[in-house]
């Protein structure tokens, strides 16, 4: 019996099922999600910039907020849910997808798929941890974290100064699809068209330009923990905002950051409704 035919259909069951109308209501599903957070998350940041913010301005932060509303906890699972969804999503897409490329540029795009899927992950992961009560309370000093360990290992600086190009790396991936408008890609015509598109692709533009100061400021920050062998000087988003704060005109900067990163959860909502993959 040979087994080339069940070799050869494999991957064309995996295709089909990439293309399948499913895994576009899934989508749909994990964007409202992953829109919602973001939402939570520039809401978070502009009351930090009016002096009447105090708690994380993360993902983490995000899933405390949607915990103390109404629903509370509802709401958390369906992230949960959301943002498994678009895991899915993106390991089929990294498996089976971008079948119209080939080579290298195939390579690159499932390299991407897949860090699409640990972001995913890790923004689904922290919802669970608040939603089954095992996140950890209070902010660490980064002494006693992840970043730490590794700066203890052989070659410790150099993986984390690695992890520093590649979180600025990315930081430029979103300052370059805000200048181009690369976003508009995810967007049917129609959600490109008239006064809600031009609003549509506005939010996306002020999104992908908050994201990238953001992820920037992250960057740097691990960059320096590698530089200096001090890990407490690492950090997430949180961080990064704190650090947008402590500028000059720190408070106005931070209200546009804000507002940026609201607008990429507005952004996430326009895909989610005017889906295009």
């Known amino acids: ?24 209501h899934a ?31 993360s993902a983490g932060g995000a899933m405390t907020e949607l915990s103390q509303q109404p629903f509370g906890q509802v709401a958390l699972w369906l992230v ?3 943002m498994l969804m678009l895991v899915a999503w993106r390991v089929l897409e990294a498996v089976a997808g971008h079948r119209s490329e080939s080579g290298s540029d195939r390579l690159k795009k499932q390299v991407v798929s897949v860090l699409k899927a640990v972001l995913y992950a ?5 919802a669970f941890q608040v939603a089954t009560g095992s996140g950890s309370s209070g902010s660490s000093d980064g002494t006693d974290g992840p970043t730490a360990q590794v700066l203890q290992l052989p070659g410790g600086q150099l993986i984390v100064g690695l992890v520093a ?8 991936v979103q300052a370059k699809q805000a200048v181009t408008e690369d976003f508009r890609e995810h967007l049917t015509a129609e959600g ?22 953001a992820v920037a400021i992250v960057g740097g920050l ?31 900067l931070l209200g546009l950051v804000a ?12 895909r989610a409704r005017h889906l295009s993959r």
């Open 165 to 172: 190009l590649g979180i600025l790396g990315y930081a430029v």
């Open 192 to 213: 490109k068209q008239g006064t809600s598109g031009r609003f549509y692709v506005l939010a996306g533009k002020l999104g992908y330009a908050a994201k990238a100061v």
């Open 27 to 57: 989508v749909r599903f994990g964007m409202v999600a992953y829109g919602v957070v973001y939402l939570v998350v520039g809401w978070l940041a502009l009351q930090l910039a009016l002096g009447q913010g105090s708690g994380e301005t």
């Open 222 to 252: 691990f960059a320096y923990a590698a530089i200096t062998h001090d890990a407490s000087k690492s950090g997430g988003m949180d961080q990064a905002l704190l650090q947008v704060l402590q500028q000059p005109y720190g408070r106005y």
């Open 1 to 24: 019996m040979s087994t080339g035919g069940t070799s050869e259909r494999a991957p064309r069951s995996l295709a089909e099922a990439e293309d399948h109308s499913w895994v576009d």
């Open 259 to 270: 507002i940026g990163i609201a607008g990429y959860g507005v952004f996430c909502l326009a």
């Open 80 to 82: 949960v849910l959301g």
């Open 122 to 126: 890790v923004v689904g992961f922290s």
